[in-house]
């Protein structure tokens, strides 16, 4: 059975890596619509991966041995060859199995999902494929998902924490998080776990054994991750978005974001460690502009840009593990090499990437972290694929803002026939009938209303201009 899986595992990545390549020959940067770039970058050279060099790190409260890579499961690969965040497909559990394989081989031990992730089936699919080991090899992070106002309830609460235990086939959680707290403030706090009980429960069964640590996501109002740490509550983790432009110019792209500098010297100095997400800000670190890339190049020409990026969220000493959303094989390998040993920065690195940090926070982007907690839209929007599109042609250069330019008509074409190519006609921005209801659900407080009437504006102003 391991010999088929690994077999059929390897003839779709050779198909993905023919469909890339002829990808990239047709149509050269914006629009592309590349699955395999979504979180990660493969520049590097295909070396030798040692299984024995995983670096790790020390949860202070439990003496937990932790992988200082994390493995996102939040994208796994479907049937489709897609990642299981883009459409209802079928996971595909057979590649699913050989990554999570070859990330144990490799010294990765910290598996993170939850109920939400892979539009329900992710739990499911990490049980099928942990279970298959030792239990003493694996350390599963789930979740308390409970962001509809019609699951605050204690029971409806409770029966989605049990319901963790059955889909990943365990009878403990080893990390288990408060998901998402900050969206919505202290009045979704209150109303999730406070009001009704629900963290009484959880430190409860911490005490049992059921639950070995107890932490909490954190996205949104500032004052919520505040007062949770001036509480007495011992929290033996906290996840948070770090990458090595948040670190300083979080709040310079998003008023609404908290620099990630202010969150993880919260965390060092009450010694609580901190797990890593976004550490690729969405996948836009692993997709830099041209100066930014030849900058990394320069540096260190076999290194991946993403691999960058991983470093900086690795190398604070106060960092347990660091997250990463792997869809394809070659996305787990390129991290296993910089994670293979962990080569921490150093100060002129230090300084080399936030030079390129304030470069990035001059753009400007739309704060977007492809998340999709803001999906389904009602109206049938793809709200993400839009913004990426968008953000991808100013990172590649091909954004088409002044007409007296030399490279306008060709930046035109590629924006133009690159949104087309990435978001179906009835789900582009012109569709949006500004509702707002997923306002409330964007963990970076994106006013995607005003952004889709405003890449609206700007794609027809582009048409006119023919």
Request: with cysteine; charged share 25%.
């Amino acid at each position: 059975m391991e010999n088929k899986e690994k077999k059929n595992l390897d003839r779709r990545h050779f198909l993905r890596t023919l469909g890339v390549a002829g990808g990239t020959a047709i149509f050269a940067g914006c629009g592309s619509k590349n699955p395999a770039q979504e979180a990660n970058s493969t520049e590097a050279p295909q070396t030798p991966i040692p299984t024995d060099k995983m670096t790790y790190r020390t949860t202070p409260t439990s003496g937990d041995k932790v992988s200082i890579l994390g493995y996102g499961c939040m994208r796994y690969p479907t049937v489709k060859g897609t990642s299981a965040r883009e459409n209802d497909a079928e996971i595909d559990q057979a590649a699913v199995n050989a990554s999570i394989d070859f990330a144990l081989k490799h010294g990765v031990n910290y598996f993170d999902t939850a109920p939400t992730y892979c539009k329900g089936k992710s739990e499911h699919a990490t049980g099928i494929a942990l279970s298959r080991h030792p239990r003493k090899d694996y350390f599963i992070a789930t979740k308390l998902s409970n962001f509809a106002p019609d699951c605050w309830s204690r029971e409806a609460s409770l029966a989605m924490y049990y319901n963790s235990f059955k889909e990943l086939q365990v009878d403990y959680i080893d990390y288990m998080l408060l998901h998402g707290i900050g969206m919505g403030g202290m009045e979704a706090l209150h109303g999730r776990y406070l009001d009704n009980g629900v963290l009484d429960f959880l430190l409860k069964e911490r005490e049992a054994g059921r639950i070995r640590n107890l932490g909490f996501s954190y996205h949104g109002e500032i004052e919520v991750f505040d007062y949770l740490l001036s509480t007495d509550i011992k929290w033996d983790f906290v996840q948070i978005q770090l990458n090595y432009v948040d670190w300083k110019h979080a709040k310079d792209i998003n008023p609404y974001n908290t620099n990630a500098e202010y969150l993880y010297n919260e965390l060092e100095k009450r010694n609580i460690p901190a797990v890593i997400m976004e550490p690729l800000l969405g996948g836009s670190l692993a997709r830099l502009d041209d100066n930014s890339t030849r900058t990394l190049k320069e540096r260190d020409p076999q290194a991946s840009v993403a691999s960058w990026a991983f470093r900086f969220a690795g190398s604070k000493p106060n960092i347990l593990t660091v997250l990463s959303g792997m869809t394809f094989m070659e996305h787990l390998e390129d991290n296993l090499r910089t994670y293979c040993p962990l080569k921490p920065l150093n100060n002129d690195e230090y300084k080399m990437l936030e030079n390129i940090a304030t470069r990035y926070a001059n753009y400007p982007l739309i704060p977007c972290t492809n998340c999709k907690y803001c999906m389904p839209c009602p109206y049938g929007l793809n709200i993400p694929a839009i913004f990426t599109h968008y953000n991808k042609c100013i990172n590649e250069g091909n954004f088409p803002d002044n007409p007296k330019s030399k490279s306008y008509a060709d930046a035109r074409r590629i924006f133009l026939l690159g949104m087309d190519r990435s978001v179906p006609k009835l789900r582009q921005a012109n569709h949006c009938i500004n509702c707002g209801k997923c306002l409330e659900h964007c963990p970076q407080g994106i006013e995607i209303n005003k952004q889709m009437r405003k890449i609206d504006e700007f794609t027809e102003q582009l048409k006119q201009n023919a």
